[in-house]
């Protein structure tokens, strides 16, 4: 019997299990990260958490190395997590690089092949999807959004969310409110 069906058998257990797995892909990225890469043990500890990674993340599985110049799946995912811990705030691209340790150019290249989409565009699409919500689930003025959001001011959010939506995000708002109330 392996730890995962001793896992699965125990109603505390199957609650924790994904924390768990969790737990294992950070210490195989990290001792993965420790090895020269020429070693098989590198290998075995990369095919070990992509595995993983299936079964707890697929859409970044998906992203794994098809050696066409791909993030790899842990890079992916640890680019993908720093920018969502820090939409708020400026997001560059050299601190994505120095993450993975890759340069900046061989990084854009490999992030738009893994993404389909630059690093800016990234940041900028999720900063407008989190303004959408915001503007779903709140009252707040497009100011205090806008700035809540990664964005300078109303205006760069207003520039972005048009090109997104079609619309201005009052429009888009209003026309929301109205779909969202029984009429």
Do not use: Y
């Not at 599985?61 to 811990?85: N, T, V």
């Not at 150019?105 to 893994?114: G, L």
Request: aromatic share 4%.
């Amino acid at each position: 019997m392996d730890m995962s069906e001793t896992l699965a058998d125990s109603p505390a257990g199957a609650r924790h299990a994904p924390e768990l797995v969790l737990h294992v892909i950070a210490l195989l990225d990290a001792a993965a990260g420790q090895l020269d890469h020429k070693h098989a043990v590198h290998d075995t500890i990369l095919r070990a958490a992509s595995l993983l990674r299936k079964q707890t993340h697929p859409q970044v599985a998906e992203a794994a190395p098809d050696r066409q110049g791909r993030l790899l799946a842990w890079q992916a995912r640890k680019i993908r997590d720093f920018i969502e811990s820090h939409i708020t705030g400026p997001v560059l691209v050299t601190h994505l690089c120095g993450l993975v340790q890759l340069s900046e150019a061989h990084f854009s290249r490999c992030f738009k092949r893994t993404f389909d989409e630059s690093p800016h565009a990234f940041v900028v699409r999720r900063r407008v999807e989190l303004a959408a919500h915001h503007m779903l689930t709140t009252d707040a003025p497009l100011s205090d959004i806008a700035l809540l959001c990664g964005f300078t001011d109303q205006a760069h959010l207003c520039k972005h969310f048009r090109r997104a939506a079609g619309q201005t995000p009052a429009a888009w708002r209003r026309a929301r409110g109205r779909e969202d109330r029984p009429g």
